[in-house]
């Protein structure tokens, strides 16, 4: 099925995004000098397992804030009608954006604990984001002094095997976050 006009304009400003934030790995095959794209490479490559963990941890942070809330306030109320109250938007402004990941996992696990694995996938999830996060050159971490690579499970995170193993694991979290969060399984949207 051919693309809208909408769709083609959001594909032209995919493009142009990726070419900003370095990551046009399609059209590095252009550059004629050798070395040079070997580091285009390595440096795309990079941003995009960055993005990845990134975008796992916001999701777990985001979900286990939406549980966190639903103990605080009316869990019948849809997050649009809450964010429409002086009192949920303060809680949010003042207490849920100044609060660590683990400190909202361990308000979660207080209400109702969470199956070891996925407390222990958070427990990573977090780990890995804080080493990606914080360096430029997170396989120089104290946490991963011994394998001189930024790891999962003893995976390197930056292989196809070590993001697979990761993607797999926090999958799994963000269906159980779901499933709690919102009372049922939803389609999956991260």
């Not at 292989?159 to 049922?184: I, P, S, Y």
Request: one cysteine or more; aromatic letters at 10%.
């Amino acid at each position: 099925m051919p693309l809208s006009r909408s769709q083609k304009a959001k594909m032209r400003e995919l493009e142009q995004i990726a070419t900003l934030v370095h990551l046009d790995f399609a059209n590095i095959q252009r550059e004629p000098d050798s070395d040079i794209r070997n580091v285009l490479l390595g440096l795309a490559k990079d941003r995009l397992v960055r993005s990845g963990i990134l975008s796992a941890y916001l999701i777990i942070d985001e979900l286990l804030t939406d549980i966190m809330c639903q103990r605080f306030f009316d869990p019948k109320k849809t997050s649009f009608e809450l964010w429409r109250t002086k009192r949920f938007r303060e809680f949010n402004y003042y207490i849920v954006e100044e609060m660590p990941l683990f400190r909202k996992l361990a308000i979660v696990m207080a209400v109702k604990p969470l199956p070891k694995p996925i407390a222990e996938t958070i427990r990573l999830t977090n780990s890995l984001r804080n080493a990606i996060a914080h360096s430029f050159f997170p396989q120089n971490k104290r946490d991963f002094k011994k394998t001189r690579a930024v790891t999962y499970k003893g995976k390197d995170v930056f292989t196809l095997e070590g993001l697979t193993l990761f993607n797999e694991d926090t999958d799994k979290v963000l269906a159980h976050l779901v499933e709690r969060a919102f009372g049922k399984a939803r389609q999956r949207v991260y």
